[in-house]
């Protein structure tokens, strides 16, 4: 079964610092995608990145990064100088094809991240 | 290109009453999939419904919960006789196919209420 693990629960650190969030997960497949929702205090997910399990190139995005490694099962993701409006609760999230030909998805329980100006 | 629509995005409910949340997909889009949120919570998977047809619920508790997504309109996620544990936000996503190929696209959520 697929499990994602998202072992910080709170994190806070100084506006302008450096944040890394980590994501741990498990899955028996060899294709898989994994994903980083941001959610906001509004409530609604917002979609920051997916990423194929073939393709482990590390990814930028502004002051956004990933760091996808196979050889430790994480997707890890950092904010480079960190800004209040990056307060959220992140989820990392897996995607595998069951054995009825669809995917599921499941959430890690989220890191709630507090930046403090 | 309007995004997947959720109605209503807060609902109080008294317990014992029911509660109806609506899901419309995305253009296109004839896959759907509910989640739940409890508070403090990630997502869970409830049910995953094709056009007419539920294909996986095995998330969904087995008593007063319930799915569609009829042919013509949106899918619609009832809760029968709300307890206050079903106080959650219920998020639906939507894609055109079923392989992991095709992303999911979520919705703004349903943010209900039991008192």
């Known amino acids: 079964a697929q499990k994602v693990t998202q072992a910080q629960t709170e994190i806070s650190v100084v506006e302008k610092e450096d944040v890394t969030l980590d994501c741990v997960y498990e899955t028996r497949d060899t294709t898989y995608y994994l994903f980083w929702y941001k959610q906001p205090p509004s409530g609604e997910l917002v979609f920051l990145i997916r990423r194929n399990s073939f393709d482990e190139q590390n990814e930028i995005s502004g002051r956004y990064s990933w760091n996808f490694q196979k050889s430790t099962s994480s997707f890890n993701f950092t904010i480079t100088a960190s800004q209040v409006v990056d307060s959220a609760v992140y989820f990392c999230?897996?995607?595998?094809?069951?054995?009825?030909?669809?995917?599921?998805?499941?959430f890690g329980t989220g890191t709630k991240l507090q930046v403090i100006p | 290109n309007a995004g997947v629509m959720q109605n209503p995005r807060h609902l109080v409910r008294r317990r014992g009453q029911e509660a109806r949340l609506r899901c419309s997909p995305m253009?296109?889009?004839?896959?759907v999939y509910w989640y739940r949120q409890l508070p403090e919570e990630g997502l869970k998977f409830m049910v995953y419904?094709?056009?007419?047809?539920?294909?996986?619920e095995s998330g969904m508790p087995k008593e007063r919960f319930s799915a569609e997504f009829p042919k013509e309109g949106p899918s619609i996620l009832r809760i029968q006789q709300v307890v206050r544990g079903d106080s959650a936000a219920y998020f639906c996503?939507?894609?055109?196919?079923?392989?992991?190929?095709?992303?999911?696209?979520f919705g703004p959520g349903t943010r209900l209420t039991v008192t």
């Open positions: 999230a897996l995607s595998e094809m069951n054995s009825g030909g669809y995917q599921k998805v499941t």
């Open positions: 996503a939507s894609s055109p196919g079923a392989g992991d190929s095709y992303e999911q696209y």
């Open positions: 253009k296109g889009h004839s896959h």
């Open positions: 419904l094709q056009k007419e047809n539920i294909i996986d």
